[in-house]
Every structure is written in C-alpha cells, then in structure tokens.
C-alpha cells in the first residue's frame, strides 16, 4: 500500500466519520415529522384545483379533474378533506368526503355522493394502498401515509437530501417490503419515494416534479407516480392553491356533499 | 329510421374521439386554464342498450327488454354562490317503439345567505330534480321519492332507478342537527311494472297478465307531497329521523269500480348509520300509516312496519361484500285475511327479504363486477342482478348483465317476473366540452 493510498483511505474514513456524526446529530423523528408536515398540512387549511393524467401500460389515457379542499384539525394529527370531481364526464359533480384520522387504530371516515342518484354512501374503510380514483396513486399517497406505520432510519445524504428507509411495522399490512425517501434539506419536502419488494426489486415510484413557494409554503405542483413493472405512469399537476383561507368546518359536511360550495370551487 | 340515425352519430362521434397524442406527457394538461374561466359547462353521453328475455313470455310475446338509443345532455351554469344545472335525456325506446324524453334536472341550487347572517343556515334546490336518503341499498323505507322500477329491472345503469320529480327542497344546517324539508307540489309516482315491459300478477285472474293499465285522472292525487329528514352526527353515528305526508307510490289501492288508485299514506321512521368493526352497521326502521286503520278494507293496503339492518365491509383489497336484512310486517293481518278477495295470494304476515351483495373492482379500476341478490325466504323467490362495466378510457364505457327472477309460485313478489329475467347490453360514448 502506497502513501498516496492510504492517505485516501485515512481521506475516506474520515469523510465516513464526519457523515456519521452528522447522522447522528440528526433527529430522524424530528425530520419526518417536519417532512409530513411540509407535504400534507402546510397553512391550516387549503384548497387546489388538480389534474391527473392516467397512462396505462399500453399507452391509453385517462384524465380526472377536481378541486381539493382540506383543514386541518391539528398539524401531524386529524385532518378533513373533501375531493370534488368535474372531470371526465361519467364522475362530474361526484364528490368525495373524507375524516381522517392519524391514530392508526381508527380508520377514516369516507362518504361518496353521486350526483345522478342523489345518493350519499358511507363507505367502509377500505385497503388504503389501492389506486385513489383509477389512477397510479394510491388513497395512501393523496391522504398521507401515518409516519407512526412505518421506522424509518438514515440511509444516506448527499448536498441537498436526506435519504431515510422505512420499514413497515406491520409488514403484513402493506404490498413493499420497505422504501426510500428522499427528503429535501431545505424545504422538507419529500421529493421522491422507491418502493422496493422483499428481494430489493424497485417496483414504484413517487415523485415530486416540480415544487414552487406558495404563499410562503414550498408547494408541489407536479408529482408523478410510476408503476416500474407495466410502465403505467400517472401524472398530477396543482394549480390555484391557496392556503389558510379559514374554510369553516361546516364545508367539510354532508352539506357539500349535496350543494357544493361554488365560491371555493373557482 | 331513428335509429340508423343514432347509430351513425354514435359512430361519427367515436371516430372523431381518437387522442391527441405528444412527446411531452405534460402537455396534456395545457387546456386546462381555459376551461376553468367559463361559468357554463356540459357534458353528456350517448348509449346504445339492448335487452332480450332469457325465455319467451306468452303474456307478453316480445322477446326484447330494451332497446334503447339514447342521449344525455348535462350543463351548469354557476354564478357567484349558487348554480343552474341542467340534465335531460332523449331516447328512442324500441320495446314501447316511441321517442321519449325526461328531465332528470333542471333546477336551482343556492344558499339563502343574500338574505342576511340568518339566510346562510339554509340552502334551497328547486326544479326538476332527483331526490334520495335513507340507508338500504336498493331497498327503500322512509325514501318515498319516485322511482323507476321498469328501469330497473330492464338493466338500464342503476341512475334510472330513481326518477325525478319537480320539487322544492329547502335545507337548514345548524349546529345540533339539520333538516331538509321537500314539498312536491303535484304527486308523483313510481313507474311500476305495468305491461309494458314485463307482464305481472293479477290476483284478479289468477294469472299472469300484461295489460297496460294506467291510472284514470280522477285517481291521481291532487294534493302534494311533503317529505322531511331530522338529522345530525352523535358519538360518531349518523342519525336520522324522517316523515312523509303523501300517497302510496304504487297503485295498490282501487275505488269502487275496482279501478287502481293511489291511497293517503303518511310515513314515519328513523335511521343509523356507524363504523362497526371494519365496515359499516345500518339500520333503519319506517311505519306506513295508511287510510285502512282496522285492516278491514280490501280496496286499501294495511298499515306496515318496515325494518332493515345492514353490515358493509371491504373483504379483501378492491372486494367489498354486505349483506342486509329487511322485513316488511303487515298490521291488522287476521283483518286482512278475513276481508280479503284474494287471502291465498296475500303476503305473509311477515315478509322477509335478505340480501348480499359482492363488488369488485379490477384492472386498475376499470373494471366493475357486482353481484347484487334479494332473496325472500318467506316467499321463497328472489332477484339476482349481475352487472359488469368495463371502461379503460374517458370516452367509452361497455356495460353488459343479467337481471335473473327466481321461485316456486307465480303470485309472489319477485317470482311473478320470472318470465322477464333477462340479459342486457349497452355501450356509452362520452362526450364533454
């Protein structure tokens, strides 16, 4: 072993110390809980219009519209939510409600109306990695993921992100067997999620495409989901957000359900 | 000639339907703005359906059970803090071979906040609407708004089980419970089975008929129809209370002539809904006050309690199953028995019906299986519906079932349909702006 060698290997181990007392010197805890935050329950309520596209493995498109409105109960904790569709044709004027509820022993409340009957149905809570609406997204993705399901540790850093792991501690209860995300050190904000199986294959993937400030909050404006085996990706792009408009609760009810509040529709 | 006509705008539009295609998978979403600056939208549908019976029915002598070419227009126009909606349907009907059209919507929707703070509380919907509440799945208590049986049973899409009426809705929200009240001015009824697509029971004859009977002016109602809902969330179950002050949907009553009649029906009940376990518990309860107290009179329905529970749960990931349990009790039934013309075709005392339900969704949602059954084992006889809808795309929608009646007798409930069961297709094209 030359002198030049060994110094890289000192020059590396040193690198490798410094980075592992900056792991430790990082609150794993504190930084998703900070992430979560940044990504569901900026301001204390919000509303945006969206757009998905769904593309298959075969190429066929779909497209769903809607505007989101959302308060929150608490930062971290409940949170209200109600998904109003105007697009395609076949789901204009149905409207989604939901109640959650961080405690993961208390399943969300959810409640369909479907304007051609006049109908509000209660549904049952459901599997909540199933697709959110026919798209690649799962409900999981569009209402968060409780951070308390999931031990998350430090993998890696690079510059500008914070790589954590995160193992299911009911590993029964979801289809990975861990994933990757991808924090941004500046904003927080998750900026992409690999989903692995079991013997480490990288079967989906989230990510946040571009992310603006709104208001003051760093916002995503585009994200993409990719299912790695079919190719089947889809796309969802925010616009018009706005955020502590001081919604009432009373938006959050069956009475928007059946009138929808038009003036925060626009 | 309507027809070649329908068939060739249904085939225009779809071949004018073929995507924009681009590199940029963004670039879909660049017509959106525009979109969103109109206070007007539409959009609608077109549909071929057809239905043939599973066996031939003597009655009857048609083997269709639909034929339908229909379309759908819908548009709103929203302005600052309510909105004008509109939803018609123009089809040529090839079982009654007429051109028909209905407005299933065309009203107005806002809050009664321009009359001041206390004008926020309330909301109002008036016009030609749809109106429903109540908790069974396909079986209806304290829900008394019409419906469209023929529909139904013919395999159109489960929309046109509910038909519309023109009505007053006005809803109050405060902070312990809210309440709508809907006043129909001028009654209207369910579109019962009535010969024209399905042949039906005569206890008269004792057979199985298919006599377009309709219902003589004189004995359609001239008073309206108010309807009221009480309800609120305690402890996390929705509760609710109801009230009807109107006439039997369906003509079971006859004047003296023997002539079919709408009798005075007032009906009050209740009902709850909650999570349970990891599903849904329901229950509701409704008792029909009708004009015939002692049960005595033949020409008029007996007072009835109807009671129903329901459990509803995902089984599986995209599989849900729930099952109901519903009773009809007939009051005063010795009186009934004893006056009636007919007391071997009566209802039993207690009529009931279970049913279960299996809903699947499949290749990312675009494919929808559902199992629906009643079955009576009082009556011994039932109704299985089995629908599969497939639409991979925004444009077009494939839909095809089977409506299948079942029993031993041919006067009860169910059973008396068994020679119109039958299989039903239909494809949809959408269109939007």
């Given at each position: 072993?030359?002198?030049?060698?060994?110094?890289?290997?000192?020059?590396?181990?040193?690198?490798?110390?410094?980075?592992?007392?900056?792991?430790?010197?990082?609150?794993?805890?504190?930084?998703?809980?900070?992430?979560?935050?940044?990504?569901?329950?900026?301001?204390?309520?919000?509303?945006?219009?969206?757009?998905?596209?769904?593309?298959?493995?075969?190429?066929?498109?779909?497209?769903?519209?809607?505007?989101?409105?959302?308060?929150?109960?608490?930062?971290?904790?409940?949170?209200?939510?109600?998904?109003?569709?105007?697009?395609?044709?076949?789901?204009?004027?149905?409207?989604?409600?939901?109640?959650?509820?961080?405690?993961?022993?208390?399943?969300?409340?959810?409640?369909?109306?479907?304007?051609?009957?006049?109908?509000?149905?209660?549904?049952?809570?459901?599997?909540?990695?199933?697709?959110?609406?026919?798209?690649?997204?799962?409900?999981?993705?569009?209402?968060?993921?409780?951070?308390?399901?999931?031990?998350?540790?430090?993998?890696?850093?690079?510059?500008?992100?914070?790589?954590?792991?995160?193992?299911?501690?009911?590993?029964?209860?979801?289809?990975?067997?861990?994933?990757?995300?991808?924090?941004?050190?500046?904003?927080?904000?998750?900026?992409?999620?690999?989903?692995?199986?079991?013997?480490?294959?990288?079967?989906?993937?989230?990510?946040?495409?571009?992310?603006?400030?709104?208001?003051?909050?760093?916002?995503?404006?585009?994200?993409?989901?990719?299912?790695?085996?079919?190719?089947?990706?889809?796309?969802?792009?925010?616009?018009?957000?706005?955020?502590?408009?001081?919604?009432?609760?009373?938006?959050?009810?069956?009475?928007?359900?059946?009138?929808?509040?038009?003036?925060?529709?626009? | 000639?309507?027809?070649?006509?329908?068939?060739?705008?249904?085939?225009?539009?779809?071949?004018?339907?073929?995507?924009?295609?681009?590199?940029?998978?963004?670039?879909?979403?660049?017509?959106?703005?525009?979109?969103?600056?109109?206070?007007?939208?539409?959009?609608?549908?077109?549909?071929?359906?057809?239905?043939?019976?599973?066996?031939?029915?003597?009655?009857?002598?048609?083997?269709?059970?639909?034929?339908?070419?229909?379309?759908?227009?819908?548009?709103?126009?929203?302005?600052?803090s309510?909105?004008?909606?509109?939803?018609?349907?123009?089809?040529?009907?090839?079982?009654?071979?007429?051109?028909?059209?209905?407005?299933?919507?065309?009203?107005?929707?806002g809050n009664l906040g321009f009359l001041g703070a206390a004008g926020s509380h309330f909301?109002?919907?008036?016009?030609?609407?749809?109106?429903?509440?109540?908790?069974?799945?396909?079986?209806?208590?304290?829900?008394?708004?019409?419906?469209?049986?023929?529909?139904?049973?013919?395999?159109?899409?489960?929309?046109?089980?509910?038909?519309?009426?023109?009505?007053?809705?006005?809803?109050g929200?405060?902070?312990?419970?809210?309440?709508?009240?809907?006043?129909?001015?001028?009654?209207?009824?369910?579109?019962?089975?009535?010969?024209?697509?399905?042949?039906?029971?005569?206890?008269?004859?004792?057979?199985?008929?298919?006599?377009?009977?309709?219902?003589?002016?004189?004995?359609?109602?001239?008073?309206?129809?108010?309807?009221?809902?009480?309800?609120?969330?305690?402890?996390?179950?929705?509760?609710?209370?109801?009230?009807?002050?109107?006439?039997?949907?369906?003509?079971?009553?006859?004047?003296?002539?023997?002539?079919?009649?709408?009798?005075?029906?007032?009906?009050?009940?209740?009902?709850?809904?909650?999570?349970?376990?990891?599903?849904?518990?329901?229950?509701?309860?409704?008792?029909?006050?009708?004009?015939?107290?002692?049960?005595?009179?033949?020409?008029?329905?007996?007072?009835?309690?109807?009671?129903?529970?329901?459990?509803?749960?995902?089984?599986?990931?995209?599989?849900?199953?729930?099952?109901?349990?519903?009773?009809?009790?007939?009051?005063?039934?010795?009186?009934?028995?004893?006056?009636?013309?007919?007391?071997?075709?009566?209802?039993?005392?207690?009529?009931?019906?279970?049913?279960?339900?299996?809903?699947?969704?499949?290749?990312?949602?675009?494919?929808?299986?559902?199992?629906?059954?009643?079955?009576?084992?009082?009556?011994?006889?039932?109704?299985?519906?089995?629908?599969?809808?497939?639409?991979?795309?925004?444009?077009?929608?494939?839909?095809?079932?089977?409506?299948?009646?079942?029993?031993?007798?041919?006067?009860?409930?169910?059973?008396?349909?068994?020679?119109?069961?039958?299989?039903?297709?239909?494809?949809?094209?959408?269109?939007?702006?």
């Open positions: 072993m030359g002198i030049k060698s060994f110094y890289s290997v000192m020059l590396g181990f040193c690198a490798f110390l410094s980075a592992s007392t900056v792991a430790q010197d990082i609150d794993v805890d504190a930084l998703i809980l900070a992430s979560e935050k940044a990504a569901y329950y900026a301001g204390d309520d919000g509303r945006s219009n969206a757009r998905m596209i769904i593309v298959d493995g075969q190429g066929r498109k779909q497209m769903r519209q809607f505007t989101i409105l959302r308060k929150d109960v608490e930062d971290n904790g409940d949170q209200k939510m109600m998904v109003f569709f105007s697009r395609p044709a076949d789901v204009r004027d149905t409207v989604f409600r939901v109640e959650k509820h961080a405690d993961v022993n208390i399943d969300d409340d959810r409640w369909l109306y479907l304007p051609a009957l006049d109908l509000v149905k209660r549904i049952s809570a459901g599997d909540k990695r199933t697709s959110f609406v026919g798209s690649h997204f799962f409900y999981e993705d569009v209402s968060g993921r409780a951070v308390s399901e999931d031990r998350f540790t430090l993998e890696n850093q690079t510059d500008t992100r914070f790589i954590l792991k995160a193992e299911p501690k009911d590993p029964d209860s979801v289809e990975f067997a861990y994933y990757l995300v991808e924090i941004d050190k500046q904003n927080k904000l998750p900026v992409v999620i690999n989903f692995f199986k079991q013997d480490g294959t990288n079967y989906r993937r989230v990510e946040a495409v571009s992310v603006a400030t709104i208001e003051g909050y760093p916002t995503v404006t585009r994200s993409k989901v990719t299912d790695l085996n079919s190719g089947g990706y889809t796309l969802m792009e925010f616009r018009n957000m706005d955020y502590n408009l001081g919604l009432d609760d009373g938006v959050f009810s069956e009475r928007s359900l059946r009138t929808p509040p038009v003036q925060w529709l626009k | 000639m309507f027809k070649s006509i329908a068939a060739s705008v249904l085939l225009g539009l779809c071949l004018s339907a073929h995507g924009q295609t681009s590199d940029d998978p963004w670039a879909d979403m660049d017509d959106w703005e525009a979109q969103e600056t109109s206070p007007f939208s539409w959009a609608g549908f077109t549909e071929l359906a057809l239905g043939r019976r599973l066996k031939s029915d003597d009655v009857i002598g048609q083997n269709t059970t639909l034929q339908d070419a229909r379309l759908q227009l819908q548009g709103d126009y929203v302005l600052s309510s909105k004008l909606s509109f939803r018609g349907d123009l089809y040529y009907d090839g079982v009654k071979e007429s051109l028909e059209s209905q407005i299933r919507e065309w009203y107005w929707q909301d109002i919907k008036a016009g030609q609407q749809v109106l429903t509440w109540g908790t069974g799945d396909y079986l209806f208590l304290n829900d008394l708004f019409p419906k469209d049986y023929q529909s139904f049973f013919a395999g159109r899409d489960d929309d046109y089980l509910k038909a519309p009426s023109l009505s007053v809705k006005l809803s929200y405060f902070e312990f419970a809210n309440f709508d009240v809907v006043i129909t001015p001028e009654f209207e009824p369910d579109n019962s089975i009535n010969g024209e697509y399905f042949s039906y029971f005569s206890p008269m004859t004792g057979t199985l008929i298919a006599d377009e009977f309709s219902v003589l002016d004189s004995n359609i109602p001239a008073d309206p129809e108010y309807a009221i809902r009480i309800y609120g969330t305690l402890a996390g179950t929705e509760l609710a209370l109801y009230g009807y002050k109107g006439h039997t949907k369906l003509p079971e009553a006859a004047d003296a002539l023997g002539n079919p009649r709408y009798s005075d029906l007032t009906v009050t009940g209740f009902s709850a809904v909650r999570a349970m376990g990891s599903g849904i518990g329901k229950l509701e309860y409704a008792f029909y006050d009708g004009d015939d107290t002692t049960g005595a009179d033949p020409f008029v329905p007996n007072d009835q309690s109807r009671f129903l529970v329901g459990y509803e749960q995902e089984l599986i990931s995209n599989l849900t199953g729930s099952v109901q349990w519903y009773t009809e009790f007939n009051h005063d039934y010795e009186a009934l028995i004893a006056n009636s013309l007919w007391p071997q075709y009566e209802d039993e005392e207690r009529r009931h019906v279970v049913t279960t339900e299996l809903r699947y969704l499949a290749l990312q949602q675009t494919l929808t299986l559902q199992l629906f059954n009643f079955y009576s084992p009082t009556d011994n006889d039932g109704y299985l519906r089995l629908r599969g809808t497939y639409s991979p795309t925004d444009r077009w929608q494939i839909s095809a079932g089977v409506n299948g009646f079942y029993g031993d007798e041919t006067y009860t409930f169910y059973s008396q349909f068994k020679d119109g069961s039958n299989l039903h297709l239909a494809f949809r094209y959408f269109f939007e702006e």
